[in-house]
């Protein structure tokens, strides 16, 4: 089955600036996640939909990013205004069902933000 | 909350030398845990995982890993390490409470040597 996609591989913004970032996840995963992850850190959950529904959000600086799954399929982050700190490799994820333990998360290659 | 802490940032090693990336966790509450891989330019990927059960996992690669409760931790092992193991390895906790939200430690680079 093919795996998560992302786009962009890469992007290099000027603080202030605005991004947004593109996933598909498997065909049929019902849950999708993003996740943050800071050069020398481990990935941090920024926010879950279950469908088009979001089940959490809490990690999510809602000031600046949002995130939207229509259809409950593809979803999109964004960062309005970016600071230099949102420097980091953003993850999107997928599982087939939510909360059952043996429906692993996979995960796509990530978007590699830098801003200067 | 729960929280992971991975103690060692990098491991270099030799090939066919054993390997031991230590991992510890905190949580008031029962946890599941999991050792996620990370090879150069690729995407996180689930390398195996404690959810109830024997205490010892092991992957189809040779790697295990014990579940030791009253030590709260998931000690990854690997008794003769290849090139191709030379990655970011990641431990991860979650009590599956609602959300299934994993909490993350910082990761441990190992890096195996000819």
């Known amino acids: 089955e093919a795996g998560v996609a992302q786009s962009p591989r890469y992007k290099i913004i000027e603080k202030r600036q605005s991004v947004a970032f593109w996933c598909n996840p498997i065909?049929?995963?019902?849950?999708l996640y993003w996740y943050q992850q800071i050069l020398g850190q481990g990935p941090k959950l920024l926010i879950q939909f279950q469908n088009n529904g979001v089940v959490d959000d809490s990690q999510l600086p809602k000031d600046r990013f949002s995130a939207e799954r229509l259809k409950g399929v593809d979803s999109t982050l964004k960062i309005q205004p970016a600071k230099l700190e949102d420097s980091a490799v953003y993850l999107c994820a997928s599982s087939r069902v939510a909360g059952n333990l043996n429906s692993p998360l996979h995960f796509g290659n990530g978007t590699r933000l830098t801003v200067t | 909350a729960q929280s992971v802490t991975q103690l060692d940032s990098q491991v270099p090693v030799f090939e066919e030398a054993p390997v031991e990336l230590r991992c510890n966790y905190s949580?008031?509450?029962?946890?599941?845990l999991f050792w996620y891989v990370q090879y150069p330019n690729q995407g996180l990927q689930l390398l195996l995982k404690?959810?109830?059960?024997?205490?010892l996992v092991e992957s189809i690669n040779g790697f295990e890993a014990e579940f030791n409760k009253s030590q709260t931790s998931f000690h990854l092992r690997k008794p003769s390490v290849h090139i191709s193991d030379t990655a970011e390895y990641f431990c991860?906790?979650?009590?599956?409470?609602?959300?299934?939200?994993?909490?993350f430690g910082k990761g441990t680079k190992l890096t195996v040597n000819p």
């Open positions: 949580s008031s509450v029962s946890v599941y």
């Open positions: 991860a906790v979650s009590d599956f409470s609602g959300s299934e939200k994993l909490v």
């Open positions: 404690y959810l109830s059960g024997s205490t």
């Open positions: 065909s049929g995963h019902a849950t």
